[in-house]
Nanobody, 119 residues
Framework: QVQLVESGGGLVQAGGSLRLSCAAS????????MGWYRQAPGKQRELVAV???????TYADSVKGRFTISRDNAKKTVYLQMSSLKPEDTAVYYC?????????????WGQGTQVTVSS
């Protein structure tokens, strides 16, 4: 069983920055897609950014140019650098690890970390 532990959330003023980290256990980190999702109160969980095992990154339109996802396979950690934060970025941010190998699929979630942006 993989464990994903997020950290780095908190309260920040609009225009500020935060860096989220997600440390993973297990041996499949390097062959997995690592993603950040968020869920605001009363809204569905949405994709923020994904980093694939072959180095590609994808971002939600709402965070392009402000957020950067990166990963360190040796440390089994994925990061989300968030800059120019807006009140609408307020949400619980979740780390996700997803992948498949032969007939084995996996999809794991962290417990979430709260990000609150004040205006």
């Amino acid at each position: 069983q993989v464990q994903l532990v997020e950290s780095g959330g908190g309260l920040v003023q609009a225009g500020g920055s935060l860096r989220l980290s997600c440390a993973a256990s297990g041996s499949r980190f390097s062959i997995s897609a690592m993603g950040w999702y968020r869920q605001a109160p009363g809204k569905q969980r949405e994709l923020v950014a994904v980093s694939t095992s072959d180095g590609r990154t994808t971002y939600a339109d709402s965070v392009k140019g402000r957020f950067t996802i990166s990963r360190d396979n040796a440390k089994k950690t994925v990061y989300l650098q968030m800059s120019s934060l807006k009140p609408e970025d307020t949400a619980v941010y979740y780390c996700n690890q997803k992948g498949s190998l032969f007939l084995d699929d996996w999809d794991y979630w962290g417990q979430g970390t709260q990000v609150t942006v004040s205006s």
